[in-house]
């Protein structure tokens, strides 16, 4: 942006609005308010446990997952939902920038520790692309691809249904309504290890399907980050 156009359109925090120096920073004020995800969090899919529990969340101690381990940044609560809403439905596209710093500063050592093959966002249908314009997970991960210096692969996945929403449904109708509703675009995936990447992880059942196609298409392991975490069911 020349600066005519950051005069008129200067970067805001994307919580408050406030102006801030760029679009990877928020406010001193929300910064000090932001959910951020403790010491304490599941080894399977990074949801935060309280002290007293022990390596796994509830989730993860009574189902089986197809990715090997994930990571959030944040609980999904107060400002992040906003922030996630407006980035998803209000074409607050700049927010994508603020996430993937943040991904990058608080978990970068984690992914720089597992030498993946590549990045790839969870894939919204064509639907929802023609009305919204963009993959606010494909955003994040192609910012996050160029901080991490790993190659980004969006174009290995589709979504072939627009699906019902997950938060309607219950645990058992949240893994029915994701039966089919991804492939690869080729048969075999030539990859080793996937990072996929998410704005949201509630039961994991989105994640584990994109999976569970990915390693039968012959990666050999799949990984994820996501911006939040809901809380255990």
């Not at 290995?156 to 309504?177: F, H, M, V, W």
Request: hydrophobic share 35%; with cysteine; glycine share 6%.
């Amino acid at each position: 942006m020349n600066k005519v156009g950051s005069l008129l359109f200067p970067p805001r925090c994307p919580f408050c609005k406030e102006v801030v120096e760029s679009t990877e920073k928020c406010c001193t004020d929300c910064f000090s308010k932001l959910p951020y995800i403790g010491k304490h969090f599941c080894y399977k899919c990074g949801k935060q446990l309280e002290e007293d529990q022990f390596e796994y969340c509830h989730d993860c101690n009574i189902q089986n997952h197809f990715f090997r381990q994930g990571r959030g940044l944040y609980v999904h609560e107060d400002l992040v939902c906003d922030a996630i809403y407006d980035l998803k439905y209000k074409n607050k596209r700049q927010i994508a920038d603020f996430f993937a710093e943040q991904i990058w500063e608080y978990l970068g050592e984690w992914i720089k520790k597992s030498d993946y093959s590549a990045i790839i966002p969870v894939p919204i249908s064509e639907h929802k692309m023609k009305i919204r314009g963009y993959n606010q997970a494909e955003l994040i991960s192609r910012k996050l691809s160029l901080k991490a210096g790993i190659v980004h692969r969006p174009e290995c996945l589709i979504r072939t249904s627009d699906t019902a929403p997950q938060r309607l449904l219950g645990r058992l109708e949240r893994k029915n309504n994701l039966k089919n509703a991804f492939k690869t675009t080729t048969d075999r995936v030539q990859l080793e290890k996937v990072l996929l990447v998410d704005d949201i992880f509630t039961t994991g059942n989105t994640v584990d399907a994109v999976a569970e196609i990915l390693l039968h298409s012959g990666v050999k392991a799949v990984d994820f980050i996501t911006v939040s975490i809901g809380k255990g069911l």
